[in-house]
């Protein structure tokens, strides 16, 4: 009778083991940025699970650097907010191991302002706000470098900061400030460069930008996971999930035209 319990426990323990095994196979944690993002990622999740079965659970983050810290500790097993070059510069400094499992949207980045309507109106000394993560401060600088403004020692160099900056004509000041806080010091300064996720919830779309990228920017985002995860079944679905007309449809109407899917 004991040997018969004991066996029934165990295969009772053996039994739940398997099942959760099989739950976390079918179930997956994806970190976003807060936002209109998160909104097209909850489509992509939707799809997920009426095709797959596949249960996505969407973490949201209000800045660029923890989802990437997330990511390399296993809290999550994705996030999809950032583009190629940025990923690169965090995996450069802080040594994280990461893969591209697939492509979402190419999101340009744009200048903004509120006391000018015309990149030209901008007065001499005028002061510039910057985002001050790794790469997307150089996309702005390399506007300003391609609109003649500024002259870079290297207009290649996707890292580059105002120290790279070898001829500043108009005497231009450039703060460097956190991109989610851009949209808020807007009215302080002459212009300011905000990525479209934090420029499209704050009531700008490209139209007002300034200056802005074309649908050439090479800054695709992408979905992000820890190296050896790009090819799971889990991770596929979801980047299939996610590169589906739905979501396009989805993005074309939360971001009116300032979204290109970048895996067409």
């Not at 009426?50 to 659970?57: A, F, H, T, W």
């Not at 390399?72 to 583009?83: E, I, K, V």
């Not at 996610?242 to 989805?250: L, M, P």
Request: glycine share 6%; net charge negative.
């Amino acid at each position: 009778m004991r040997k018969t319990l004991l066996g029934a426990l165990a295969l009772s323990t053996l039994s739940l083991a398997i099942s959760q095994a099989n739950a976390d196979e079918h179930s997956i944690k994806v970190g976003t940025v807060a936002g209109p993002e998160t909104d097209v990622m909850q489509v992509a999740a939707e799809l997920a699970e009426e095709r797959y079965g596949l249960d996505v659970e969407i973490i949201e983050f209000t800045d660029y650097v923890t989802p990437n810290a997330a990511l390399a500790d296993g809290s999550l097993d994705a996030n999809a907010y950032q583009h190629e070059p940025y990923m690169n510069a965090m995996v450069n400094d802080r040594g994280y191991d990461f893969a591209i499992a697939g492509r979402t949207f190419v999101y340009p980045i744009g200048a903004y302002s509120e006391k000018y309507t015309s990149i030209d109106e901008l007065p001499e000394g005028a002061t510039i706000a910057l985002p001050n993560d790794p790469s997307n401060e150089g996309r702005s600088l390399i506007l300003l470098h391609n609109e003649g403004l500024i002259t870079l020692d290297d207009p290649e160099n996707l890292e580059a900061t105002p120290l790279n900056i070898v001829e500043n004509p108009h005497d231009f000041d450039f703060r460097e400030i956190e991109a989610a806080q851009l949209p808020r010091v807007l009215p302080d300064v002459d212009m300011a460069f905000i990525n479209n996720t934090f420029a499209q919830p704050a009531g700008l779309t490209l139209e007002d930008a300034l200056v802005k990228e074309g649908p050439e920017s090479p800054y695709v985002n992408i979905i992000a996971v820890r190296s050896g995860d790009e090819d799971s079944e889990a991770i596929q679905q979801l980047v299939d999930a996610y590169q589906s007309d739905e979501v396009a449809a989805k993005a074309e109407e939360l971001f009116k035209g300032s979204a290109v899917p970048g895996w067409k």
